[in-house]
C-alpha cells in the first residue's frame, strides 16, 4: 500500500492527501482548483543538479568568450560621434602574418603593437586616428589586403594640410621584381606583399609614391617605417642617406618620372637595403620582434626626439653588438645570414636634410 502524504493549498489553505511518488509539477485542489505543487526531492535534485551543471557550461563558454576577446581584441577604436575633431596626427599601421601561407612570420602583430603604443604614449596620436590592419582584425575593413592597405593609405594622406604628421608603417614581406618603367637603377622594383598577394598582387615602389608621396602638401611630414626585406628604397624617394659613408646619394629615377612630393617632406625608414633581407628576432627580449621596429621604438622611448644621425649610430652600433653575441633566432636564419643580423637599415627623403641636427619626431 503505498504511504500518503498532505499538503495545503495556499490559496484555500485546506489540506489534500496526496498518494504515490507523483512526479508532476502537482496536483489540482479538490476544494479550489488551486494547482498545489508537489515537494519532491528527487526531482529537485535532479533539477538543482541540471541547473548547477547549466551554469557550469554558461561559465566556461563565457570565459572562453572573454579570453577570445581579450587575445583578438581589434587595436581600431571607431571615432566617437558624427564629426570627429580633425586631428593633424593619423597613421596607418599594418601587420601581416600570412597564418594561411606557407612562409608564416612570427614578429608583426608585436611589432604593429609596439608602433601604436609608441604613437600614443610618446607622440601623442589619438586612438582613434590610428588604423590598424592585421589578420587579427574581425572588421573586414581592416584585414590587410591589398585593397584594404590601399584605401587606407588614401585616408591617411586625403586632406592632408600644413602641420600634418602621417606614418606608416608596414611590417610583412617584402620583394623585388623586374622593373620596366627604367625607374630604377637597379632594374627591380620593390615591393610590399599584402595578406592575399598571390591573388591581387603586390604593391610596388611606384604605387606607394603614387598613393602617399605625391599628395603631400606643403608643411605636411610623411614617415614610412618599413621592416621588410628589400625595403631599402621602397617609396621611390629621390635622396638616400648612407649612414656608413655619411652622405646623401641621388636616387632619382633614370625616365625621370616624377617621384616628388607636392611641396610637403616624406622620410622613409627602411630595415635593409634592396639586395637585402630583414629579419625577425628574439635576440632583444625573448619575443619576435622586426629587428629594425625594435630598435627604433626603444630609442625613441629613452631618447624622444634624437637627430637622424644619432638614431642610426645607435641602430649601427646595436646590430654591432648583437651580431658579437650570435643570437639571431633560428638555425636557418643563422646559416643564410653567416650567424649576423647582416642587413643594413637605410634611410631616404624627398628632400636633404643634415642629419645630424634635424630631430626625429613623429
Same mark, same amino acid.
Given at each position: ?43 529537485? #535534485?535532479?533539477?538543482?543538479?541540471? &541547473? ?5 557550461? @554558461?561559465?566556461?563558454? /563565457?570565459? !572562453?568568450? %572573454? ?123 620593390? #615591393?610590399?606583399?599584402?595578406?592575399? &598577394? ?5 604593391? @610596388?615602389?611606384?604605387? /606607394?609614391? !603614387?598613393? %602617399? ?150
Amino acid at each position: 500500500m503505498e504511504a500518503g502524504r498532505n499538503t495545503t493549498c495556499h490559496r484555500c489553505n485546506k489540506r489534500s492527501l496526496v498518494k504515490g511518488r507523483n512526479k508532476s509539477l502537482g496536483i489540482d485542489c479538490p476544494s479550489c482548483r488551486n494547482l498545489i505543487p508537489i515537494p519532491n526531492e528527487e526531482l529537485q #535534485t535532479s533539477q538543482l543538479q541540471g &541547473f548547477r551543471s547549466r551554469m557550469r557550461s @554558461l561559465g566556461s563558454h /563565457l570565459k !572562453s568568450k %572573454i579570453h577570445q576577446g581579450a587575445v583578438a581584441a581589434s587595436l581600431n577604436h571607431e571615432p566617437s560621434g558624427p564629426n570627429p575633431t580633425r586631428s593633424s596626427k593619423r597613421a596607418v599601421l599594418c601587420g601581416i602574418t600570412y597564418n594561411k601561407l606557407k612562409y608564416k612570420l612570427k614578429g608583426t602583430i608585436n611589432d604593429v603593437k609596439n608602433m601604436r603604443e609608441l604613437l600614443i604614449t610618446r607622440f601623442g596620436y589619438p586612438r582613434e586616428c590610428i588604423r590598424v590592419l592585421t589578420e587579427e582584425e574581425t572588421d573586414q575593413r581592416y584585414i590587410p589586403t591589398r585593397q584594404n592597405i590601399e584605401d587606407s593609405l588614401r585616408w591617411l594622406v586625403t586632406d592632408c594640410r600644413s602641420g600634418d604628421s602621417l606614418v606608416f608603417f608596414y611590417s610583412g614581406h617584402g620583394l623585388r621584381q623586374p622593373d620596366f618603367n627604367n625607374d630604377e637603377e637597379d632594374g627591380f622594383d620593390e #615591393t610590399i606583399c599584402p595578406v592575399d &598577394f598571390p591573388k591581387a598582387g603586390m604593391i @610596388l615602389d611606384n604605387d /606607394l609614391n !603614387s598613393l %602617399i608621396v605625391r599628395p603631400l602638401k606643403p608643411g605636411v611630414t610623411l614617415h614610412a617605417i618599413v621592416d621588410a626585406c628589400h625595403s631599402g628604397t621602397i617609396l621611390d624617394l629621390p635622396n638616400v642617406y648612407f649612414s656608413l659613408e655619411n652622405k646623401w646619394k641621388d636616387n632619382g629615377p633614370p625616365s625621370g618620372a616624377n617621384k616628388r612630393t607636392d611641396g610637403g617632406l616624406a622620410i622613409s625608414i627602411s630595415a635593409c637595403l634592396d639586395n637585402q633581407a630583414a629579419v625577425d628576432t628574439s635576440a632583444f627580449n625573448g619575443k619576435m620582434n622586426g629587428a629594425l621596429t625594435y630598435l627604433l621604438a626603444e630609442v625613441l622611448k629613452k631618447l624622444p626626439g634624437p637627430t637622424y644621425g644619432d638614431l642610426f649610430d645607435l641602430i649601427h652600433e646595436t646590430f654591432d653588438n648583437v651580431n658579437q653575441g650570435c643570437l639571431v633566432n633560428t638555425r636557418i636564419l643563422r646559416r643564410l645570414f653567416d650567424y649576423r643580423l647582416s642587413q643594413t637599415p637605410l634611410l631616404s627623403s624627398s628632400h636633404e636634410f643634415d642629419v645630424y641636427k634635424k630631430h626625429l619626431f613623429l
